[in-house]
């Protein structure tokens, strides 16, 4: 029995299938790969980015979180894993002694450290504590360590986070249960089994004459014939025939609760979403589409939702690294600023992004042909380079159509290419 929550939820992820999925779900998908830029401080646009500078750090962040030797993608892997199943995400910056450079970035388990509320500089603010040594507590607060911390959905009146994932701990001891009732109700009466009768008036016909006028002979002997009788068909093959004399009588149609039948796939229905409402899952990526209802037309929807919900976990530990990056710039005496994005996830199969990009550039086209900007700003946004290659044609007509209705002489775009029934229409001859 596990009675730390935190402790409990470790074990199970590693574990219990659904748990593992979940964690597998959450960490690989919060981890796209991500960009650090660094700009100067008069740089409010961010137009110039500082080439020297990123390189340099590149090769800081490959060194960091030494213990696994994974970088920093292992650390905001371990950053991620923390926050959903842990309650928070937190490191410490180890710094060398001549403070000019960062010796490595620990990740810290939440669940190490203590808040208690304490007064400075006349405000009572909460202040991290770490066990140390000979059961000396170490304080943790800004100017006496390197310690970075974000909760994850704290409470109002507390710095620490919430296990998010709490939840699916009851979900799972009550899927174990179930599990576990499964399995014996499958053993007793899963498989058909024969019924096996044995005819006593034959046996009792053909009991030796002394055994029959003494009671204690009769248990004996009617005992050895059933062990007789036993050992015969158990020794039986799947395959073969069943051979026997005729005080034994096999039941070949009526095995044992033949009749009654279990409805296991609803029973697994009901637990299944009890483990996805805990685990913060969704059907589309746990393998339980048909068991949920979930369509694939709502999929898309559903794992939008999830991913959403990744992204604000990902603002975590965006927030974590930059700290970390201003501290590497304080101790390398360089004036910059850090702006560390994580690459989107990509919830979107390749033709919906085709789609949304075509509607994109209508509408830059459209805004354009109606005077609402030029073609250097709409090649900038569409396409984010500095000028267009040239303007579009006057002989080029834009317009919507509701319902694909012809509006000229030709549907041809330039280059052969065909816009069916909507968007883009060029029209000749105007």
Partial sequence: MIG??????????????????ANWNFVRMANQGHEMAFYAL????????????????????????SISNAGLDGLIDMLHYSGYFLGAQAVEVEVNDERTDIIDVHPVIPQTIEWELEERNGRQVYIPYQQGQVGKKVSLEPGKANFFWVPTDPDIDDPRGNLVMAPVLQSIDFQLQIMNDLQAVLHRQGWPRNDIEIVMERMMASMPPDVKGNAKKQVDWL????????????????????????????????????????????????????????????????NRVGSTGETESWGSITLKVFTDGIA????????????????????????AV?????????????????????????????????????????????????????????????????????????????????QKNRGLRPVKNL
């Fill in 4 to 21: 730390d929550e935190a402790q409990a939820l470790d074990f199970a992820r590693k574990k219990i299938p659904d748990l593992s999925m």
């Fill in 42 to 65: 008069d740089d409010k646009e961010r137009k110039n980015r500082l080439r020297d500078i990123e390189r340099e750090w590149r090769d800081f962040a490959s060194r960091v979180n």
């Fill in 223 to 286: 005992t050895e014939q059933y062990s007789r009788i036993k050992s015969m068909l158990d020794a039986v093959e799947p395959d073969s025939d069943y051979i026997h004399f005729d005080d034994v009588k096999i039941n070949m149609t009526q095995g044992a609760n033949g009749g009654r039948s279990l409805d296991v796939r609803a029973i697994d229905e009901l637990v299944s979403v009890q483990v996805l409402n805990g685990s913060k899952q969704m059907g589309i990526v746990t």
């Fill in 312 to 335: 604000s976990m990902q603002r975590g530990s965006k927030r974590l690294i930059e700290e970390v990056a201003r501290l590497w710039l304080r101790v390398k005496g360089i004036q």
């Fill in 338 to 418: 850090p702006v560390f994005t994580h690459n989107p996830v990509n919830w979107e199969n390749e033709e919906q992004r085709a789609q949304v990009r075509l509607l994109q550039q209508q509408f830059w086209a459209i805004a354009q042909l109606m005077g609402w900007c030029d073609a250097d700003y709409a090649a900038k946004e569409m396409l984010k380079v500095d000028r267009a290659a040239g303007e579009i044609s006057p002989q080029v007509r834009v317009s919507f159509s509701a319902g694909g209705g012809d509006l000229g002489d030709s549907n041809q775009l330039p280059g052969g290419l065909q």
